[in-house]
C-alpha cells in the first residue's frame, strides 16, 4: 500500500496569513497517461464529508477559491492556503489515486491563531 | 448534480452484519466511467477506503485486504443504488461510513453524507 503522511498534525495561523501543509507518499503517484500526479487535497469541516479542493496535485476544483493552490512531484506535495479565512478552518487530507488501495493521509487540523 | 444518499441502522451488534445502501441520483451505478466506493473514518484509523463497484461490460468489485473476508460492495441497477454488507463486525468497525463516486478524473468527486455505526451491545 502507498502510505501517505501529512506534516504538521496541526497548525495555527493567523487571519489574512500563509497556511501550508505538506503531504509525503511513500512511492511516487505519476500517472503515466497524462503526465501528472494522482494527488488530491480534500478539506473536511465537523459533521460533513471531506470536499476536493485540489487534484491532479495542483488542479482546482471548480467553485474552489484562488487562495487554495496545489504544488509539488515525485513524493512530495503541498497544499497552500495564501491568506487564512475563518471559515477555512478545517481538517485538511491528502489522498493518491494512483493505485488502490486509494489512501489518505492522517489529516492536518488548521485554526485559527 | 450527482447526490448520494445513504440509509441504513446506526447500530449494530457485535457479530452481526452491518449494511448500508446509497442511492444514487444524477449518474448511473452502470456508468462506464465512474466507480462506486465505500469508505469508513474513525480517531483510530483515520480515512480508510473499503471498497468499490463497477461496470465496464460487466460487473466488477474489489476489496481493502483488511476487511476482503468480510465484505461485499454490490450494485442495484433496478433502484440505482449500492450496497455495502460487513459480516462478522467488532467494535473496531465502529466509524462514519461514507459512499462516494470516484469520477473521470479518478478522484473522490461526490460524497454521501456520511452514517455513524457504532458496534455495541
Known amino acids: 500500500d502507498i502510505v501517505m503522511t501529512q506534516s504538521p498534525d496541526s497548525l495555527a495561523v493567523s487571519l489574512g496569513e500563509r497556511a501550508t501543509i505538506n503531504c509525503k507518499s511513500s512511492?511516487?503517484?505519476?500517472?503515466?497517461?497524462?503526465?501528472?500526479?494522482?494527488l488530491a487535497w480534500y478539506q473536511q469541516k465537523p459533521g460533513q464529508p471531506p470536499k476536493v479542493l485540489i487534484y491532479?496535485?495542483?488542479t482546482r476544483e471548480s467553485g474552489v477559491p484562488d487562495r487554495f493552490s496545489g504544488s509539488g512531484s515525485g513524493t512530495d506535495f503541498t497544499l497552500t492556503i495564501s491568506s487564512l479565512q475563518a471559515e477555512d478552518v478545517a481538517v485538511y487530507f491528502c489522498?493518491?489515486?494512483?493505485?488502490?488501495?486509494?489512501?489518505f493521509g492522517q489529516g492536518t487540523k488548521v485554526e485559527i491563531k | 448534480q450527482v447526490q448520494l444518499q445513504q440509509s441504513g441502522p446506526g447500530l449494530v451488534m457485535p457479530s452481526q452484519t452491518l449494511s448500508l445502501t446509497c442511492a444514487i441520483s444524477?449518474?448511473?451505478?452502470?456508468?462506464?466511467?465512474?466507480?462506486w466506493n465505500w469508505i469508513r473514518q474513525s480517531p483510530s484509523r483515520g480515512l480508510e477506503w473499503l471498497g468499490r463497484?463497477?461496470?465496464?461490460?460487466?460487473?466488477?468489485?474489489d476489496y481493502a485486504v483488511s476487511v476482503q473476508s468480510r465484505i461485499t460492495v454490490n450494485p442495484d441497477t433496478s433502484k440505482n443504488q449500492f450496497s455495502l454488507q460487513l459480516n462478522s463486525v467488532t467494535p473496531e468497525d465502529t466509524a462514519v461510513y461514507y459512499c462516494?463516486?470516484?469520477?473521470?478524473?479518478?478522484?473522490?468527486?461526490?460524497w454521501g453524507q456520511g452514517t455513524l455505526v457504532t458496534v455495541s451491545s
Open positions: 462516494a463516486r470516484r469520477g473521470a478524473s479518478f478522484y473522490f468527486d461526490y
Open positions: 444524477g449518474d448511473s451505478v452502470s456508468s462506464n466511467i465512474a466507480t
Open positions: 463497484t463497477y461496470y465496464r461490460s460487466k460487473w466488477f468489485s
Open positions: 512511492q511516487r503517484v505519476l500517472y503515466s497517461s497524462n503526465n501528472k500526479n494522482s
Open positions: 491532479w496535485a495542483s
Open positions: 489522498q493518491q489515486y494512483y493505485t488502490t488501495p486509494w489512501t
